[in-house]
């Protein structure tokens, strides 16, 4: 087993074993992170239909999730949250968690 020394200005020593390098270089980010990833479609959509004319024109919005749909209109976008009205109420809503964003019933396409 080889052992590294580290050693810092203010001469405090680290050891550091293989194995626990080994192991730290095991983990993967994307997959912690990977339900947290935001689908660049949806949220040019979100961001194009917040905007105050398309708000007003393109309403009510349908966004579908793994779990349902929510019917409503945007009220305000702020990161990677969008707070959607629907029967009088606010829901807020992680815009990783939208799958797709209907108008109509059909998928809303911002490409003209």
């Known amino acids: ?3 590294a020394v580290l050693e810092e ?7 550091l074993s293989e194995g626990s390098a ?10 912690e992170t990977a339900s947290h ?13 917040s905007a105050p004319f398309q708000k007003q024109i393109y ?3 349908q966004f579908i999730f793994e779990d349902g749909v929510l019917k409503g209109a945007i009220q305000r976008v702020e990161g990677d ?3 959607v009205e629907a029967d ?3 829901t807020e809503i992680e815009i990783a968690k939208i799958e797709d964003v209907l108008w109509r019933g ?7």
């Open 1 to 3: 087993m080889k052992v």
């Open 9 to 15: 200005e203010s001469t405090s020593v680290f050891v």
């Open 22 to 31: 080994r192991e730290a270089n095991d983990i993967d980010p994307s997959v």
């Open 37 to 49: 990833v935001v689908n660049p479609a949806i949220i040019s959509k979100i961001r194009y239909l």
């Open 59 to 61: 309403t009510p919005l």
């Open 81 to 83: 949250t969008v707070w």
């Open 88 to 90: 009088d109420k606010i």
């Open 106 to 112: 059909q998928p809303f396409d911002t490409r003209t």
